[in-house]
């Protein structure tokens, strides 16, 4: 069975239907096309953008402090399985941000470490604040996700570091837990246990 093919009005080919976006039902510019075409207007118009909201930005910073914080209250669990989702198809390209981003700014990354171990410190002593609430499962999934840092996972469920030490050694050693976490045992298929 052969595809019938469509045809790209830019660049003149005639190509299958999976090179051509699924929402492009109607237009008539191919997948490699359409990344040329907005990459040009990027560089046309992207500096210009970006001047703008950053000026905007600098003009009241705690109002887009607060927004993002609000966002991220609102939908703790979204923005946790986004980020999640994001990391488990290329963990590498995250982890070379952070590298890159330590590399370039020895300062602010110091800086960074030494705020996030303080925090950690004060979340101990006072108690994080979600301490005393059960873990419910996308949080245990998160503390069994071992490409997360202890420290992550900490401060995207708001536990402590000791708490988030002691789930993970649950999710990733007891069979009970695994399977609370959505976690399969080694070799069992079904993550059920007798
Ligand atoms: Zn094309």
Same mark, same amino acid.
């Given at each position: 069975?052969?595809?019938?093919?469509?045809?790209?009005? !830019?660049?003149? !080919?005639?190509?299958?239907?999976? =090179?051509?976006?699924?929402?492009?039902?109607?237009?008539?510019?191919?997948?490699?096309?359409?990344?040329? $075409?907005?990459?040009? @207007?990027?560089?046309?118009?992207?500096?210009?953008?970006?001047?703008?909201?950053?000026?905007? &930005?600098?003009?009241?910073? =705690?109002? &887009?402090? !607060?927004?993002?914080?609000?966002? %991220?209250?609102?939908?703790?669990?979204?923005?946790?399985?986004?980020?999640?989702?994001? %990391?488990?198809?290329?963990?590498?390209?995250?982890?070379? %941000?952070?590298?890159? @981003?330590?590399?370039?700014?020895?300062?602010?990354?110091?800086?960074?470490?030494?705020?996030? $171990? $303080?925090?950690? $410190?004060?979340?101990?002593?006072?108690?994080?604040?979600?301490?005393?609430?059960? @873990?419910?499962? @996308?949080?245990?999934?998160? +503390?069994?996700?071992?490409?997360?840092?202890?420290?992550?996972?900490?401060?995207?469920?708001?536990?402590?570091?000791? +708490?988030?030490?002691?789930?993970?050694?649950?999710?990733?050693?007891?069979?009970?837990?695994?399977?609370?976490?959505?976690?399969?045992?080694?070799?069992?298929?079904?993550?059920?246990?007798?």
């Amino acid at each position: 069975m052969t595809e019938p093919m469509r045809h790209c009005g !830019k660049c003149g !080919k005639d190509e299958p239907n999976v =090179e051509f976006y699924p929402s492009f039902k109607h237009r008539h510019t191919c997948k490699g096309c359409h990344t040329i $075409q907005r990459k040009a @207007w990027r560089a046309a118009n992207g500096d210009e953008n970006r001047t703008a909201a950053r000026a905007s &930005y600098k003009r009241d910073p =705690e109002k &887009y402090k !607060k927004k993002k914080r609000d966002y %991220y209250q609102e939908n703790r669990e979204k923005v946790a399985r986004q980020f999640s989702d994001r %990391y488990k198809a290329d963990p590498d390209r995250f982890r070379g %941000y952070a590298r890159r @981003w330590r590399a370039d700014n020895p300062e602010k990354a110091a800086k960074v470490t030494r705020l996030s $171990q $303080q925090r950690l $410190q004060d979340a101990s002593l006072d108690g994080a604040a979600r301490s005393g609430y059960e @873990w419910t499962g @996308w949080e245990m999934e998160i +503390a069994g996700d071992t490409n997360r840092s202890l420290t992550e996972v900490a401060r995207v469920t708001g536990r402590t570091y000791a +708490a988030s030490s002691r789930m993970r050694h649950k999710v990733l050693n007891d069979p009970k837990w695994m399977s609370a976490a959505g976690l399969r045992a080694a070799g069992t298929e079904t993550g059920e246990t007798s």
